[in-house]
């Protein structure tokens, strides 16, 4: 069976293969004009540009740990002691996670030009492919790399406290690469809407407007990278946690099965991209719809084969039995789980269904009603995901365990390829619609790309609901993990200790949404200013005649980002550290915290995200024509409304996912300590 292990790492390479064929398609293909290809230049110049000096910072917390893990791991000894290679384990999981946010938004700055002269040049199909290729390579990167690399550090050590610090490097630069990323694209975005849009009353990707390169640089640092960098975290922190609890549990093989089903998966992914295509005129969501359906049932049939080969001879823990068949359903019960949250959160964030359609319908009468009817759909949008997560929870625990609850995230997130890459195609199509408008393309391009921006919203909005609903599952299953590691059997919530932890616990998704909040406010004030001066002082800018200073604007999300990232993601790991290691608190009220921080930050990281999502699309709607269209008071209204929503969708909601994550890993990893 050991064998097997081997299969993990192969898979993780055939995906980074199959990505290497995405990228050559994307680039023999024709990048456009010279004015296209200018434009492109320059998204992908400052896109680069922020990355790299975002991975300078990340290097250096990167040195901190990987020191402060070594030190500790030699100063201390017996039970109660870090292992020195968990430095090293922790070290390859955030290189891991770097070069596939690298990879990803490298190749989706040079897909989204090819996009926009693919619809120009041939129409919706090869504008799909193009931009689904796109996205396809951000999703095999974070797969192939994250199986790759957990496989590498478990064929040389079967020892699961070095096996965490994979997944605690991967959860650090997934945190700074999500607030920063957010941070950087929601200055940009609220610039060019609220002096570009309302202001001077230009389109948002009109080359007159100063922001309008940071906006399209943003939704790539943001969307591409940033998401990718959260699923990533989740995908292997999900396999890593259903590792820890078999090796604990000592259930047979139960090590070896979640990293098969991992494999699998990815394989069902490759699989799936082949069945995205459409016809000219034909919709383009039933396409990428028709490509998750496909990757999903595969994936199911692989889930069986390895739980019927792997685990066959079933497992005892206490005084109860489960079978193959027992860890199969709680597997498909978090793959559907997470299919199905999917398309509840499509119903409160697209513009084809009523709650929508009643937030667009609110701006008739003011910003004012159109903030509280889209902050009441956010909150009405978590009752079904909550109910849906619990009745997974209780399914995967009735048929296996702890062990199934594990397993129900790893089931969830094993067409992590597929979704990456539905997700990461939405910004690489608004990108190519920004190009084609900049470019002064024909109107019949800028519907094509508009088509596929619209489609992209919506599995923008989705791919939030699945990282959001496999954030609270692998974040369950790592708490269940650290019980295992402190020798918790169950928190009294009685306990004095244990209820201060879960007030503070409740309370850390409050305070970090307020921090990564003011930062985009303090990062979009500077936006403002620049445009207006621009708009004030460049003679001839609004009538154009002169050329904005696209790079200053850059540089200002740039500089704001990367400063306004280190508080908040500095808290969520110093926190943990200081109530496992305080006397008279330690390991229980730790637990006490860690389940604070998952209750409230599910529930506020789905009521941010959704509440945006409508927010954005009611915008988009009423920008179709109805209730007015653009340049009405109700437009007006409706970007006030996306505005706010900004930042709940696209830094502090996504921002949420990993911090209940990074911390319950980091009370795993340094369990030994408390």
């Known amino acids: 069976m050991d064998a097997l292990l081997y299969f993990a790492p192969i898979a993780g390479i055939?995906?980074?293969?199959?990505?290497?064929?995405?990228?050559?398609?994307?680039?023999?293909?024709?990048?456009?004009?010279?004015?296209?290809?200018?434009?492109?230049?320059?998204?992908?110049?400052?896109?680069?540009?922020?990355?790299?000096?975002?991975?300078?910072?990340?290097?250096?917390?990167?040195?901190?740990?990987?020191?402060?893990?070594?030190?500790?791991?030699?100063?201390?000894?017996?039970?109660?002691?870090?292992?020195?290679?968990?430095?090293?384990?922790?070290?390859?999981?955030?290189?891991c996670s770097i070069l596939a946010g690298n990879i990803g938004m490298r190749i989706a700055t040079k897909a989204n030009v090819r996009t926009a002269n693919a619809a120009y040049q041939s129409g919706l199909n090869k504008a799909l492919t193009c931009a689904f290729s796109g996205g396809a390579v951000m999703g095999m990167s974070v797969v192939g790399l994250g199986l790759l690399g957990l496989g590498i550090v478990v064929l040389f050590s079967n020892d699961s406290s070095i096996i965490n610090g994979f997944s605690f490097g991967a959860s650090s630069v997934a945190l700074f690469g999500r607030v920063g990323g957010g941070i950087y694209t929601k200055a940009a975005d609220v610039g060019a809407d609220l002096v570009g849009k309302v202001e001077a009353g230009i389109p948002e990707d009109d080359p007159r407007n100063p922001a309008t390169i940071a906006d399209n640089v943003g939704d790539n640092v943001g969307d591409v990278a940033g998401m990718g960098s959260d699923l990533f975290e989740s995908y292997v922190g999900s396999v890593i946690a259903a590792i820890a609890l078999g090796a604990s549990l000592q259930i047979p093989n139960g090590v070896i099965a979640p990293m098969l089903i991992a494999a699998v998966g990815i394989l069902a992914s490759i699989i799936g991209t082949f069945f995205v295509n459409v016809k000219e005129g034909g919709n383009p969501q039933k396409s990428l719809n028709r490509g998750q359906i496909i990757s999903t049932v595969l994936a199911i049939i692989g889930i069986l084969i390895v739980c019927l080969t792997v685990l066959d001879e079933g497992y005892v823990?206490?005084?109860?039995?489960?079978?193959?068949?027992?860890?199969?359903?709680?597997?498909?019960?978090?793959?559907?789980?997470?299919f199905v949250i999917g398309n509840v959160?499509?119903?409160?964030?697209?513009?084809?269904?009523?709650?929508?359609?009643?937030?667009?319908?609110?701006?008739?009468?003011?910003?004012a009603t159109n903030i509280i009817s889209g902050v009441a759909t956010g909150m009405l949008s978590t009752a079904i995901p909550i109910i849906l997560v619990a009745i997974g929870i209780l399914i995967a625990y009735a048929c296996a365990g702890l062990y199934g609850i594990a397993m129900a995230a790893v089931g969830m997130l094993a067409?992590?390829?597929m979704v990456v890459a539905v997700d990461a195609y939405g910004p690489i199509s608004d990108n190519a619609g920004g190009i084609a408008e900049m470019s002064e393309l024909p109107h019949e391009v800028r519907e094509i790309t508009d088509k596929l921006d619209s489609v992209g919203n919506t599995t923008a909005a989705i791919g939030k609901g699945f990282a959001i609903g496999s954030a609270a599952l692998t974040a369950?299953?790592?708490?269940?993990?650290?019980?295992?590691?402190?020798?918790?059997?169950?928190?009294?919530?009685?306990?004095?200790?244990?209820?201060?932890?879960?007030f503070i616990g409740g309370m850390l998704p409050f305070l970090f949404c307020a921090m990564t909040m003011n930062s985009v406010g303090r990062a979009a004030q500077?936006?403002?200013?620049?445009?207006?001066r621009q708009f004030r002082e460049v003679t001839g800018l609004l009538e154009?005649?002169?050329?904005?200073?696209?790079?200053?604007?850059?540089?200002?999300?740039?500089?704001?980002?990367?400063?306004?990232?280190?508080?908040?993601?500095?808290?969520?790991?110093?926190?943990?550290?200081?109530?496992?290691?305080c006397p008279g608190l330690g390991p229980e009220c730790l637990g006490g915290v860690l389940c604070g921080t998952l209750v409230t930050g599910f529930l506020l990281a789905i009521f941010l995200a959704n509440s945006g999502g409508a927010w954005d699309n009611a915008k988009?709607?009423?920008?179709?024509?109805?209730?007015?269209?653009?340049?009405?008071?109700?437009?007006?209204?409706?970007?006030?409304?996306?505005?706010?929503?900004?930042?709940?969708?696209?830094?502090?909601?996504?921002?949420?996912?990993i911090l209940i994550k990074l911390m319950t890993i980091i009370a795993l990893v340094f369990a030994p300590l408390f």
């Open 14 to 95: 055939c995906a980074l293969l199959f990505a290497f064929y995405l990228i050559r398609r994307i680039t023999a293909m024709d990048a456009g004009n010279a004015r296209m290809q200018e434009i492109a230049a320059a998204i992908h110049a400052g896109a680069m540009a922020f990355l790299g000096r975002q991975y300078k910072t990340l290097v250096i917390f990167i040195l901190i740990i990987v020191v402060i893990i070594s030190v500790v791991g030699l100063l201390t000894t017996g039970a109660d002691s870090l292992k020195p290679a968990t430095a090293l384990a922790f070290a390859i999981g955030a290189a």
């Open 544 to 581: 154009g005649k002169a050329k904005p200073d696209y790079a200053r604007c850059v540089d200002i999300s740039c500089q704001a980002a990367l400063r306004e990232m280190v508080p908040p993601s500095v808290m969520a790991v110093v926190v943990p550290l200081f109530i496992g290691l």
């Open 345 to 367: 959160t499509e119903y409160y964030t697209s513009a084809d269904y009523s709650p929508v359609k009643r937030i667009a319908k609110s701006c008739e009468t003011g910003t």
């Open 317 to 338: 823990v206490g005084d109860k039995s489960y079978t193959a068949l027992g860890v199969f359903a709680s597997a498909c019960a978090g793959l559907l789980v997470g």
């Open 415 to 417: 067409t992590t390829g």
């Open 476 to 502: 369950l299953a790592l708490f269940t993990a650290y019980t295992q590691a402190v020798g918790i059997s169950d928190i009294n919530i009685l306990d004095p200790v244990v209820v201060v932890g879960l």
């Open 620 to 657: 988009k709607y009423i920008e179709e024509g109805h209730h007015g269209g653009k340049g009405s008071e109700p437009h007006a209204a409706a970007v006030n409304g996306d505005t706010v929503g900004d930042p709940f969708k696209d830094t502090s909601g996504p921002s949420l996912n």
């Open 526 to 532: 500077s936006m403002i200013e620049e445009v207006r």
